[in-house]
């Protein structure tokens, strides 16, 4: 014992003082909030655990994507308990000369067991427990060496319940299968990215030590941010207020996040190769229907207008908030429901008018796609002149009419997009321009430049 007492003194090496995190540091995380304040009862209500012979785990296996908050809830779960933290990135262990990094993790479980309660947090496992046989080369034995060690100590607790390990790895698949044996990593717990909701509740933790404008728009920034991750929005968080002091403003507004939200993505974006060509045909694609939309009174309300590749959405997007409520009720008027359809034909007409008839891209298939079938429903609803209020359609022979006349309501239309474009031709050109160069317009930002070059007809030339 008195051993012990004079180790103790030392000062120890991986553990991590003042962090003091919560779990309402970390949000959007749903239900896999109650497994972890599970983990935090093996330490709170340890002793009742182990009377009714609950088998405690040996490790808590945190697997998702970089950024999620795997490091942060390991850091929430120590200090929700009120135990220490000992944390080590794995890659650490991973040293040229053999038996550096066994003795690593001799030293930090160690450490844990003289200062327990405590988590031992191990990131970056996949480092150390890669599949024996994936390794090849002269580094494989050091790494034999030190994953054997882990394997050594997290088997080694007679009092488990003192000490926790928790690890992340953003590669699960990899892993040695002993490390996930039972009795060792035989908890699992996935941290996908978060949802939209989760985007709002994260942005709102951090917004919480910022001055904050009342009426800013989470839900907006939310949006605008899919496929981002805890760290990312963090991030925009601090953004905007460099953006905010550099201006010499005492709040933070929802432009300021929107901005702020471009700059976190456009890192993300460059490492997605595009050619430039590529980019301009995205964005003519979206000009032309964020252009057109804005004449149309039903769904002029554009959220934002964007030729960022997206977690399963490669190709660009408008957000044009319709009356939704009246567009599933089927109430939207004839007008509103043609104007639809000229919608959904615009960015085959400003291909038209870009590239001319014989140079067409297939970027606008879908949208023409949509524009066919709301044509029909058009037509068959009773809805166009030739037919008006007639709906026994469904006779075999009146098939035939039916596309007919559903063709003659695509073609007005189309006539209808390529005057609107043709007559706001500037502004077009403008949206592609601004659009290639930020990959994002925030509605703001989009009518601006409509404002300011409302009308600038200019004759389309090819290019
Ligand atoms: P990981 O370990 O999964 O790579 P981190 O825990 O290191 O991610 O996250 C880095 C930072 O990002 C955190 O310190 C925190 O500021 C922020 N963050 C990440 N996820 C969340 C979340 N769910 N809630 C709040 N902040 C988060």
Known sequence: AKVRRARSTRLPQ?????????FSDVAGLGKIRLELEEIVKFFTHGEIYRRRGVRIPGGILLSGPPGVGKTLLAKAVAGEAGVNFFSISASQFVEIYVGVGASRVRALYQEARENAPSVVFIDELDAVGRERGLIKGSGGQERDATLNQLLVCLDGFEGRGNVITIAATNRPDILDPALVRPGRFDRKIYIPKPSVTGRVEILKVHAQKKPMADDVDYMAVATMTEGMVGAQLANIVEISAINMLRDGRSEITTDDLLQAAQIEERGMLDKKERSPEMWKQLALNEAAMAVVAVNFPDMKNIEFVTISPRAGRELGYVRVKMDHVKFKEGMLSRQSL?????LQ??????????????????????TADNARSA?????????????HGICDFWAADRLNEIDEEAMRVLDMCYQRAKEI???NWGLVDIVVDELVRKKSLSKQEFLRLVEANR?????????
């Open 421 to 423: 474009l043709q007559k």
């Open 338 to 342: 043609l104007d639809h359809i000229t």
């Open 345 to 366: 034909l615009a960015p085959r007409a400003a291909d038209e008018l870009w590239f001319g008839e014989d140079q067409l891209s297939t970027i606008w298939a879908e």
């Open 375 to 387: 044509a029909r429903s058009f037509v068959l609803g009773g809805l166009s002149e030739k037919y």
């Open 455 to 463: 009308s600038r007809a200019i004759e389309p030339s090819k290019s």
């Open 14 to 22: 991986y553990l991590e003082r003042g962090a003091d995190v919560k």
